[in-house]
């Protein structure tokens, strides 16, 4: 059973930075894809920033792209998301998982870190 701890979240103005960890425990995540998505009150879960395994190739979505920037140590089986420049509409629940690939997770979800932007 893989356990997934996220952290970093906050309380930070429009145009800021926060830097968000999720550490696992239970299994080595090497060898999958991590991802990182979050959930806005009354919205569904989305998908917002993942890396393959081989710290290679990594994923954005459109609306982050640019600011936010993913990274994994794989010796402490940690994945990180560093957010800049943050909007309002960056406010949420960031969760981490995994999966065969960055968007399709496979894990059970953490109790995610709320971040809030204000403008």
């Known amino acids: 059973q893989v356990h997934l701890v996220e952290s970093g979240g906050g309380l930070v103005q429009a145009g800021g930075s926060l830097r968000l960890s999720c550490a696992a425990s239970g299994r080595t995540l090497s060898s999958y894809a991590m991802g990182w998505f979050r959930q806005a009150p009354g919205k569904e879960r989305e998908f917002v920033a993942g890396?393959?395994?081989?710290?290679?190739?990594?994923y954005y979505a459109d609306s982050v792209k640019g600011r936010f920037t993913i990274s994994r140590d794989n010796a402490k089986n940690t994945v990180y998301l560093q957010m800049n420049s943050l909007k309002p509409e960056d406010t949420a629940v960031y969760y981490c998982?995994?999966?065969?690939?960055?968007?399709?997770?496979?894990?059970?979800w953490g109790q995610g870190t709320q971040v809030t932007v204000s403008s």
């Open positions: 998982n995994y999966g065969p690939r960055a968007y399709e997770p496979v894990g059970s």
């Open positions: 890396m393959a395994w081989n710290v290679g190739s990594t």
